[in-house]
């Protein structure tokens, strides 16, 4: 009876190490953001279909070249028409998403803002209350969605 005890005892031990040294290796480097990119332009108001409808425009996925820098705040960049023209950050890391806008970026622990790369400049339109540029907070071993609407050809 004690003998089997033991060896119950032993394989939850067994199983319980397994489990813990496998989250540890999970949350060591395995973090970052996923997203989707989507592209909107024209008039945005509402129309109403002679159906009475509601016809909204849709946003089309499209690919771009993402560009990382460590978190950059208002005061620390130019924008024109709608563009940031330069940022006091440097960019550390550059990658393109898919055709279909999709991306995956495995960032360490820490604050980043996110950028796509257009004709003109650099897009970004999100921001916090402390004027932080569409902030990223990557926390160890997690993985954060991202949505990113580029719109600055639309009107609302």
């Known amino acids: 009876m004690i003998k089997?005890?033991?060896e119950?005892?032993?394989?939850?031990?067994?199983?319980?190490?397994?489990?813990f040294s496998s989250c540890a290796v999970m949350k060591n480097g395995d973090q970052g953001v996923n997203g989707q990119i989507y592209w909107l332009e024209g008039n945005q108001m509402p129309v109403i279909s002679e159906e009475g409808d509601e016809v909204r425009r849709q946003k089309e996925k499209v690919q771009r070249t993402l560009i990382i820098c460590p978190l950059v705040n208002l005061g620390d960049?130019?924008?024109?028409?709608g563009l940031f023209k330069s940022l006091a950050a440097e960019p550390i890391k550059e990658i393109e998403s898919d055709k279909d806008g999709a991306f995956s970026i495995q960032l360490e622990?820490?604050?980043y803002s996110i950028f796509t790369k257009e004709e003109d400049?650099?897009?970004?339109?999100?921001?916090d209350t402390d004027g932080n540029i569409q902030p990223v907070y990557?926390?160890?071993g997690e993985w954060?969605?991202?949505?990113?609407?580029?719109?600055?050809?639309?009107?609302?």
Do not use: C, H, Q, S
């Open 144 to 156: 954060v969605e991202l949505e990113i609407l580029i719109d600055y050809k639309a009107a609302y």
């Open 121 to 127: 400049g650099l897009f970004a339109n999100r921001f």
């Open 109 to 111: 622990p820490g604050a």
């Open 4 to 6: 089997e005890i033991f």
């Open 138 to 140: 990557i926390k160890n």
């Open 8 to 19: 119950k005892g032993r394989t939850w031990f067994i199983i319980a190490i397994l489990i």
């Open 77 to 81: 960049a130019t924008m024109e028409n």
